[in-house]
């Protein structure tokens, strides 16, 4: 009966040691560290730890009867009211859980079965050094920005890449190198608060100080998709305008 009960006790969470020193204490309702040092083989200080620890829990208390401390019992009920506030946590967190799960699973479907990441930054250092890696990915870049005060740079030893860049506003900006492109593209037809970037399998989503990026060949190829669709909008308000 002794062993199953600490077998038992164990089950729910308990050390061995301290399970043994609680099954000994339900037996005797009241020890000293000294007993339990002796009939576990443990030093007086470590008899002590354990006896402790059964007082932390609330399943035993302190006696004090002049220089001499014992321990005693406290009702085993208190180990189901631990258990059942225990309980009460886990649903707490399930439910919680629950209500974080649909965004979960839409985010894990971004992917279309394939790995997705997201990285998400704050502060100008760390835009910054997101937008850089961003621009060492291989391939060409089409963006949607709402000012031509930034832009995301070729990255070092890709002169090749080729970037083409929308930019919501009235004039037709150019920005210097031969191999970018820039549209301008009314407000009135499409707007933006912050910068989209698509390149390979990323999308970068750059605001104020803040930036994500989304690795996933299904959300890279929707948001290309819809970029391309906004390319060949703003060619044709520029011949418009011609």
Partial sequence: MITQLVSGLTML??????????????????????EIGEGFSLTRSTAHDVMMALVQHGLARQKMDGKAKTFVLESPTVIREKLAEKKQECELRVERFDRLLPSLQALSAIGGGVSSAVKYVEGEIAVRQLIEEFARIPGNVLCLQQSADWRCGTGEGDAEKRIRTMIVGKKTIRIGESLDTVRTIP????????????????????????????????????????????????????????
Avoid: P
């Fill in 187 to 242: 407000a009135s037809v499409l707007n933006i608060s912050g910068n989209i970037h698509v390149c390979g399998d990323r999308v970068l989503l750059v605001a104020s100080d803040a930036a994500i990026e989304i690795r996933s060949v299904c959300m890279a190829s929707t948001v290309q998709a819809a970029l391309e669709l906004a390319w060949c909008a703003a060619g044709k308000v520029e011949e418009w305008m011609k």
């Fill in 13 to 34: 969470g308990f050390s061995e040691r301290i399970a043994q020193a609680y099954v000994m204490l339900a037996q005797k309702g009241e020890i000293s560290a000294r």
